[in-house]
């Protein structure tokens, strides 16, 4: 994941600098491995993920700096495929199903976060900063939503009741997880928007 930042204000103490910073970044959800009931992927999007956040780095020499941070930030997905017997629940005509869906899947995910991020910075020169590190966050506000379309849904499992789709609709929003953990690792480019002290 690449970000890039506005420091909108930065302190530094002998070896100490805190940031607040506003930004934005580029990378995407995605399920790893892919299911295999995904036939066929149309289209990806990451989409527009914004941050804001602080962060206190302790910077031992002039190369390399550990630091740790709060942030709000969102993460996020659009994508378009062809899915085949793919476990779901929608809703068409007042109606619900749940079952094994095949045809067509278009799903946007924009959730937001508060994360603590805990890092490693390079110092690569010209203003470039090489990230890497471990962060946990909680899920402020779910949006896991989108439609099923051209195709069929089989009731319960592959081989239950089959019904036409034309076009339904899905909300995940309260089935997922309240906590996020991981690795990244990235990029950033410092611009100061105002006088450093």
Not at 6 to 33: F, K, M
Not at 57 to 84: F, H
Request: aromatic share 12%; net charge positive.
């Amino acid at each position: 994941m690449w970000s890039r930042k506005l420091h909108a204000q930065q302190h530094t103490t002998a070896n100490w600098e805190h940031r607040v910073h506003i930004g934005y970044n580029i990378g995407g959800s995605t399920p790893i491995p892919l299911p295999s009931n995904i036939r066929k992927i149309e289209s990806y999007s990451p989409g527009f993920s914004p941050s804001v956040g602080y962060e206190i780095i302790r910077k031992p020499n002039e190369k390399w700096s550990v630091g740790a941070g709060l942030r709000v930030e969102i993460k996020g997905m659009k994508i378009k495929d062809s899915v085949q017997y793919f476990h779901t629940l929608i809703s068409m005509n007042d109606a619900e199903f749940e079952g094994d869906f095949t045809g067509l899947n278009e799903t946007v995910s924009k959730n937001m976060y508060i994360s603590l991020p805990v890092f490693l910075s390079f110092n690569a020169g010209s203003g470039w900063h090489l990230k890497g590190g471990l962060y946990t966050g909680y899920l402020l506000r779910p949006y896991f939503r989108g439609t099923v379309s051209d195709g069929y849904i089989r009731k319960g499992n592959s081989l239950g009741e089959k019904v036409e789709v034309d076009r339904a609709i899905f909300n995940f929003d309260k089935e997922l997880n309240k906590w996020d953990w991981g690795i990244f690792a990235g990029g950033e480019k410092n611009r100061s928007l105002c006088c450093g002290r």
